[in-house]
């Protein structure tokens, strides 16, 4: 079974940075596309950024692109994501995914419990 683990969340000040980390196990693809998602109180869940399998491809929304970074170690299997320059609009719960190829086609299969980032103005 496939297991998320999401650290690295808190409460920050606009223009801080933060880096989650997201552990994952139990993989039934050696390695997998991984990626981020996030939701705001009384939004919509939207896509972050993703990192194919081996990692030489990634994608970031346009409202982070320039501020946050999405990498991985495959040794570790792990997945990060660096947000420098923090707005109070980042505020939101962030949720680790992975999907069950090495690429990220679709929606993930798999999601992690989420951990909650708060950018303070």
């Known amino acids: 079974q496939v297991q998320l683990v999401e650290s690295g969340g808190g409460l920050v000040q606009a223009g801080d940075s933060l880096r989650l980390a997201c552990a994952e196990s139990?993989?039934?693809?050696?390695?997998?596309?991984m990626g981020w998602f996030r939701q705001a109180p009384g939004k919509e869940r939207e896509f972050v950024a993703a990192?194919?399998?081996?990692?030489?491809?990634?994608k970031l929304v346009g409202s982070v692109k320039g501020r946050f970074t999405i990498s991985r170690e495959n040794a570790k299997n792990m997945v990060y994501l660096q947000m420098d320059s923090l707005k109070p609009e980042d505020t939101a719960v962030y949720y680790c995914t992975a999907w069950s190829g090495p690429w990220h086609i679709g929606s993930p299969e798999y999601w992690g419990q989420g951990t909650q980032v708060s950018v303070s103005s």
């Open positions: 990192i194919s399998g081996s990692g030489g491809y990634t």
């Open positions: 139990g993989r039934i693809f050696s390695t997998p596309a």
